[in-house]
């Protein structure tokens, strides 16, 4: 699964990757600079040790035969390993003495005065005042390599503090510096039909304000486009109330006094068309009702006396032909933070979308269970998952020949969710080969 990408998480990564890269880049500077430094020191101490070991050789060869010879024995005895190693050569070139490392071949170096370097080593040249003897001090170049190695380590190891150190104070900072954006966007991410009010702007910094300027300005069009379908819809519904009835009326009537004929069968077409153009609009003013946001409440209801309310109303309803069977978990609650009259409008539609699409041989199961759980459950063959989908959609029906608009899962939907509950369609229903199952979950 492809991660979401993170600002903070990028400039963490962008930050600390190009720290490493100029504190590595320092580092290999400072090597290239202690490198030279070293070696001036390094050529320093060199020449020095070389003119006063110099001084002792010859001091010690000179008293060589009125003195136990315990000097230059002292001279030849070394540890095991010898940062400097010498020889004592003749004008002819040969070694007359030598510390225990250095090799008995000469050094590869003229025997003349100052430095000169070798494949392994950086050697100096010291003669005596009668150019009789020359000493020639050798420095292995692993030696000064290692000892730039060294500090060049030593300044690696601050990073292993200075990374996981960094990251924690840039993520503090960017976290901080961050708030304004993310606020911002838990603001725009609440924002839904039931709630369109503007994105607060005065706290943002500047760079943040011409986008919630933007936002609010497309808010603006958006409430004043669904309060334009809210209003339309609204009076078009009320508006087609008093004529709808007032032709069914007479429609009725007619149907009454007219005698038994082709005539009669159109009245009776005309009423039930009728009927069925009242119900679209009994159907409209629930869904403009359910757009205005009429299913959140700030107060608790207790929502199973307008359920055994209604479902005793359609138990009462010849159209409902005894199909109801209503049962109620003992100790069943449900006392939620809801409009009762939207619940009302919701489980009105469901039942009657039981009815009217359930198979008319089957019981409509309704019930409350223990957790708060509501389910409407009805026979039939079982509904396509891929027709499932669009129910909550508005104008989406099923396979079915039965008379509806294609509003009342839809409205239920929508006030369900204004509710922070959900509705989950299932079918076949739960535990069974067919049917179709309506569950509604509202928080506690």
């Known amino acids: 699964m492809k991660r979401d990408r993170s600002i903070a998480r990028r400039l963490i990564l ?18 290239r600079v202690m490198q030279h430094e070293f070696d001036e020191i390094f050529d320093s101490a060199q ?49 007359v003495l030598r510390s225990n490392d250095a090799p008995a071949e000469p050094f590869p170096a003229p025997l003349s005065t100052g430095f000169s370097d070798s494949a392994t080593a950086r050697i100096y040249t010291e003669t005596t005042a009668d150019g009789k003897l020359f000493l020639q001090v050798a420095d292995r170049f692993k030696n000064r390599r290692e000892a730039v190695r060294e500090s060049a380590v030593t300044l690696l ?48 910094p500047k760079e943040l304000r011409p986008i919630a300027r933007s936002v609010n300005l497309l808010l603006a069009r958006l409430r004043s486009a669904l309060e334009a379908e ?9 508006e087609l109330r008093t004529p ?56 608790a209801s207790n929502l199973r006396h307008v359920l055994d309310m209604i479902v005793t109303d359609f138990e009462r309803d010849s159209r409902s032909n005894g199909r109801l069977s209503y049962s109620v978990a003992d100790d069943a609650s449900l006392t939620r933070n809801a ?32 957790d708060g759980l509501i389910r409407v459950i009805n026979g039939g063959p079982v ?7 669009t129910l909550k959609k508005r104008f989406r029906r099923g396979q079915t020949n039965a008379s509806g608009s294609g509003l009342g899962l839809a409205i239920a939907d929508r006030i369900i969710s204004q509710m922070s ?21 509202l928080p506690a």
Do not use: C
């Open 14 to 31: 962008t930050l600390t990757s190009m720290m490493v890269v100029f504190w590595l880049l320092a580092i290999g500077l400072s090597f």
């Open 47 to 95: 020449q020095e040790t070389t003119e006063r070991l110099l001084a002792l050789i010859v001091d010690d060869m000179d008293q060589e035969d009125t003195i136990e010879p315990h000097g230059i024995a002292m001279l030849e005895t070394a540890a095991s390993r010898e940062y400097l190693t010498y020889q004592v050569r003749d004008v002819q070139g040969k070694v």
């Open 157 to 204: 190891i601050p990073l292993a503090i200075l990374v996981p150190a960094s990251i924690f104070v840039i993520w503090l900072v960017v976290a901080r510096n961050l708030r304004p954006l993310d606020a911002l966007r838990q603001d725009i991410g609440t924002k839904d039909g039931g709630n369109l009010a503007e994105v607060e702007t005065l706290a943002l």
């Open 230 to 238: 809210r209003e339309f819809t609204a009076n078009s519904a009320h």
């Open 244 to 299: 709808i009835a007032g032709a069914l009326a007479q429609t009725q009537r007619l149907a009454e006094e007219l005698p038994p004929g082709p005539t009669l069968t159109r009245a009776r077409q005309v009423e039930t068309s009728l009927i069925n153009l009242g119900r679209l609009a009994e159907k409209l003013l629930q869904l403009a009702r359910a757009e205005a946001g009429i299913g959140g409440s700030a107060t």
């Open 339 to 370: 409009d009762m009259d939207a619940f009302g409008i919701v489980m009105r539609n469901l039942i009657e979308n039981a009815l009217v699409h359930g198979d008319p041989d089957l019981p409509v199961r309704i019930s409350l269970e223990k």
């Open 383 to 389: 509904v396509r998952e891929m027709d499932i989908a």
């Open 421 to 441: 509950g959900t509705l989950e369609l299932l079918s076949p229903a739960s535990g069974e080969a067919s049917g179709f199952e309506a569950r509604i979950r």
